[in-house]
């Protein structure tokens, strides 16, 4: 093989022109004979038998050569473009251009990896959430705990109101006639949850124990039942029980059942450190969040579309493996929502196009900051760090991931590091 030349042709686009020589091509014709010949059956022949100067005499010279191209023009492909030193993203088209047993010369336009700037990175500005715990926060999330540890009682003192969950029979009617699917019997609604439509649950509120009445409402135009879309309808109700959560004390007693703790106080002083901890959580990964924008904005550079659709298919792929873990595929997932693979695809493009210029913004920051240089002990210590995290032994994990690959990712990681570090807080 050999690169006869190389030339850049528009933005981001390569045109080479590849000479593989004959040798090398007549022992990948060869090669297709081998595997072909089993199944073509020539008269005198046995089947499997037949020679290859009799095939071609019948067939065509050139009856192997579509198969053998195609064996041959990945690798000649990819050690053209090691040759040219390109960074290749995609492979936009290729043609053959002379083929025959003195060899074969193909032409193929390439993507590459886009020339782009960035400055002003450092010193960014950023406003962090707060991460100030105060006794409101403290008291919410130990009601949210009451709450998971309430228990149900029936309320017979009162009328129904917001927060109760009532238990209903009910039927519906448009013009007088029952529709399908507005029917059920002890059916457990929430009162203010929101799951019927609008008006229907407000008016529930005030009934008491036993009450049969009617509600008017109306279905709202954008109804997922065209039928039953804009239009009013009554519905017969009968009230059977109201029902309402009631909460455990906060005293000692409960906080020993949901925590290793004893007394009150030390349990709020627990949820007091576990918000907190959140709290910053949060707000660190609401400052990434404004930088990686800000990064994404100060990028400049033509980028091929065929980077965003790499990973998009990309995405694509890890979101089917998520799936089959879970003893799903991805047609059966679009059956069930609904969807096509196309509409998927769509949904990541805003996503992929966020991952793709930060990647590009931060191996461009790396470059200039001289992060590129990555030491054999820093080396190390990110295989350590992916054994450890991922469970393996850390020679498959070597042998997994390309040291020249996760050296790059180092470096991009640096480089976040680095913008992350000189960011300027706002408070």
Not at 20 to 44: C, H, L, Q, W
Not at 61 to 74: L, S, T
Not at 168 to 187: L, S
Not at 318 to 336: A, H, I
Request: net charge negative; glycine share 6%; charged share 35%.
């Amino acid at each position: 093989m050999s690169l006869k030349s190389a030339n850049c042709v528009e933005t981001n686009k390569h045109e080479l022109v590849v000479e593989v020589d004959g040798k090398t091509f007549t022992d990948a014709v060869n090669s297709v004979y081998r595997k072909e010949v089993k199944k073509i059956s020539i008269p005198g022949f046995r089947k499997g038998k037949a020679p290859k100067a009799i095939i071609e005499k019948m067939y065509g010279e050139g009856v192997f050569y579509d198969d053998a191209i195609q064996n041959i023009y990945p690798t000649a492909l990819a050690d053209a473009v090691e040759e040219a030193k390109l960074d290749v993203v995609a492979v936009d088209d290729v043609s053959v251009e002379e083929v025959g047993k003195d060899g074969l010369t193909f032409k193929a336009v390439v993507v590459v990896k886009p020339e782009v700037e960035i400055s002003d990175y450092e010193g960014i500005q950023v406003t962090p959430k707060s991460t100030e715990v105060t006794e409101e926060l403290v008291n919410e999330e130990i009601d949210k705990q009451r709450d998971r540890n309430s228990r149900l009682v029936t309320v017979e003192d009162r009328p129904a109101q917001d927060g109760d969950i009532t238990v209903i029979d009910f039927e519906g009617f448009v013009d007088g006639e029952a529709f399908e699917g507005g029917r059920a019997e002890n059916f457990n609604l929430t009162l203010g949850s929101g799951q019927f439509i609008p008006g229907f649950e407000e008016q529930i509120v005030g009934k008491n124990t036993g009450d049969e009445f009617t509600i008017k409402v109306t279905f709202p135009e954008d109804y997922q039942v065209d039928e039953l879309a804009g239009k009013e309808s009554e519905f017969k109700i009968k009230l059977h029980e109201i029902k309402t959560k009631e909460l455990p004390e906060l005293d000692n007693d409960f906080v020993m059942d949901v925590s290793d703790k004893e007394t009150v106080e030390e349990y709020k002083a627990q949820v007091t450190d576990e918000l907190a901890e959140k709290l910053q959580k949060e707000s660190d990964a609401d400052v990434e969040n404004q930088l990686v924008t800000k990064l994404c904005e100060l990028l400049k550079g033509e980028i091929p579309e065929a980077m965003y659709d790499n990973k998009v298919n990309d995405m694509m792929r890890e979101f089917d493996m998520r799936l089959r873990s879970q003893g799903l595929d991805m047609n059966t997932y679009l059956q069930y929502m609904g969807m096509d693979a196309e509409a998927v695809k769509n949904s990541y493009k805003p996503e992929a196009e966020k991952r793709v210029k930060l990647r590009l913004a931060l191996e461009k920051i790396a470059q200039q900051e001289g992060f590129t240089d990555v030491s054999d002990e820093d080396l190390e210590a990110e295989y350590s760090r992916l054994a450890e995290t991922y469970k393996m032994d850390i020679d498959k994990v070597k042998a997994a991931i390309a040291a020249d690959e996760l050296k790059k990712d180092i470096a991009v990681e640096k480089a976040m590091d680095f913008v992350k570090e000189s960011a300027i807080a706002n408070n």
